[in-house]
């Protein structure tokens, strides 16, 4: 009997003791997984333009800290990259021009563009061989464009400014940091190119700047785009991703020798090299953002004009198969206009007099 009762009694301690480790693990996992909605880190995709370098002086002046959000800003070389990684869910949110959210819009790919950078002023433009004095001089000639991206589409648009087409050049394709060289050294006759690696190009002598950005006002706003799945799930995050967005930005109008470093360190120019290609972005502020989102315009100052205009310009050019019905829809002015309504002075760098 004092057998049993013994073999008994440490049966039940051992079942306690499993009980008792199998619901900490339990408990662990549990804990886990509620947290991985809100710890797991938000993947930004990041590429080499100037109004998209800023959000290395948000992160450097620690304004996702500040805000409470864990962001991981993920730096592709190549534009394109980044925009297959969003379509493809790989990525989170992602730096795009406008023109670049038509196609995956028309692909029912689940996203809404929640914030604009800037406005190319003159960050965008098209470098030709110094025998090339004019847009009407690139007929026949060899012209390197990333086909499909917003450098393609800018080249579209200087080219029917002209009466040209794309069927009058002869288009070699290749990303913005080979494109730059290629022209530089001969290997192609012109290039459509975004600083800095249009400043790099139009520095050189033997080449000369046919035409630029500032030449079409509001064509290419330059926004962040946002998957539909995190906008569901974690909505909270991405209005504090907006806040510290601005947050960095005010810090880069109080301290803008600061936020050039940490732009230039990413971008591996000097500070003064970043200053300059950051002239052709015309930053936009809440007040600016709030209206672009709002305020109907039949011009390229609202969001859903431009996307409209924009579509028709890619249909015509064979670069989409169909119809923009709803440009309303790729837009969702919710975050910035919580932060207009409690603090619609928030101002940006004014980058032209860096």
């Given amino acids: 009997m004092k057998k049993i009762i013994s073999f008994l009694m440490m049966t039940y301690l051992l079942v306690l003791l499993i009980s008792g480790c199998g619901g900490n693990a339990g408990g662990e996992a549990k804990k886990s997984r509620d947290n991985s909605s809100s710890d797991k880190n938000i993947k930004i995709g990041v590429s080499a333009f100037p109004g998209w370098y800023t959000w290395y002086a948000v992160q450097g002046f620690g304004a996702f800290e500040e805000n409470e959000v864990n962001v991981e800003l993920v730096w592709f070389n190549t534009?394109?990259?980044?925009?297959?990684?969003?379509?493809?869910?790989?990525?989170?949110?992602v730096c795009a021009a406008l023109s670049d959210t038509i196609s995956p819009a028309l692909s029912d790919v689940d996203f809404k563009v929640v914030l604009v950078n800037d406005n190319s002023a003159g960050a965008d433009g098209i470098v030709a061989q110094s025998?090339?004095?004019?847009?009407?001089?690139?007929?026949?000639k060899t012209v390197a464009t990333e086909i499909g991206t917003i450098e393609h589409f800018f080249l579209l648009n200087a080219l029917e400014t002209v009466g040209l087409?794309?069927?009058?050049?002869?288009?070699t394709n290749m990303t913005v940091e080979n494109a730059g060289p290629a022209v530089i050294s001969g290997q192609v006759d012109a290039a459509s190119l975004w600083e800095p690696s249009l400043s790099y190009a139009a520095s050189e002598r033997d080449t000369n700047v046919l035409f630029d950005s500032s030449e079409t006002p509001?064509?290419?706003?330059?926004t962040l785009m946002v998957s539909g799945k995190l906008l569901k799930?974690?909505?909270?995050?991405?209005?504090?991703?907006?806040?510290?967005?601005?947050d960095g930005m005010q810090a880069y109008a109080e301290k803008p020798d600061e936020a050039l470093e940490f732009m230039a360190k990413q971008a591996d120019i000097s500070t003064e090299e970043m200053a300059t290609a950051m002239k052709g972005a015309q930053l936009f502020s809440i007040a600016d953002n709030q209206a672009a989102f709002n305020k109907s315009a039949e011009d390229y100052s609202y969001l859903p004009y431009t996307?409209?205009?924009?579509?028709?310009?890619?249909?015509?050019?064979?670069m989409v198969s169909k119809e923009l019905k709803d440009p309303e829809s790729i837009f969702d002015s919710t975050y910035i206009d919580k932060i207009y309504k409690e603090n619609p002075?928030?101002?940006?760098p004014n980058t032209k007099a860096e």
Wanted: proline share 1%.
């Fill in 79 to 93: 534009y394109s990259d980044s925009l297959q990684a969003f379509n493809s869910g790989q990525i989170d949110a």
């Fill in 131 to 140: 025998e090339i004095a004019s847009l009407k001089d690139l007929k026949g």
């Fill in 165 to 171: 087409t794309e069927k009058d050049v002869e288009l």
């Fill in 218 to 222: 509001g064509l290419i706003p330059d």
């Fill in 233 to 246: 799930k974690r909505t909270g995050d991405v209005q504090k991703i907006v806040d510290a967005y601005f």
């Fill in 307 to 318: 996307a409209e205009k924009t579509a028709k310009f890619l249909l015509n050019q064979s």
């Fill in 345 to 348: 002075d928030l101002t940006v």
